[in-house]
């Protein structure tokens, strides 16, 4: 099982139940990763409020456990969120020629989980699960 835990209430030891992600979509901490200080100190610099913790006596294994696939409406990238995407891939590749094999490969795939990242976790998605 796991609970949502304010950020001032997360102690060493706790074991993240989902990834924490900052507000581009980006990987703070994953999952299943038991938090020290430094990781509880990169979440208050990062302005996070709560994250999801399993409970002392669940299962831990659970988190590599297959689990059945949970069916989530899918959400458009709006423009914003393709520009934002462009953003940060354009830094990320400012060392390569995007249109060359393979980078153009490389770079599509990468614009796409990107955009899927920023859907997913866009404050619109979030205020459809609350």
Request: proline share 6%.
């Amino acid at each position: 099982m796991m609970r949502r835990v304010p950020i001032e209430d997360v102690r060493s030891g706790h074991t993240l139940a989902t990834a924490v992600h900052d507000r581009s979509g980006r990987l703070l901490i994953p999952a299943g990763m038991v938090l020290q200080e430094k990781q509880i100190r990169v979440l208050l610099s990062w302005g996070i409020k709560a994250v999801e913790v399993l409970d002392e006596g669940a299962d831990n294994a659970s988190l590599s456990a297959p689990q059945e696939a949970v069916e989530i409406p899918a959400v458009e990238p709006s423009p914003e969120m393709e520009a934002r995407a462009d953003e940060i891939l354009a830094e990320r590749f400012q060392h390569c020629s995007v249109e060359d094999h393979p980078m153009a490969g490389i770079y599509r795939l990468a614009r796409r989980a990107l955009l899927d990242d920023l859907c997913r976790y866009s404050p619109k998605r979030r205020s459809e699960q609350a």
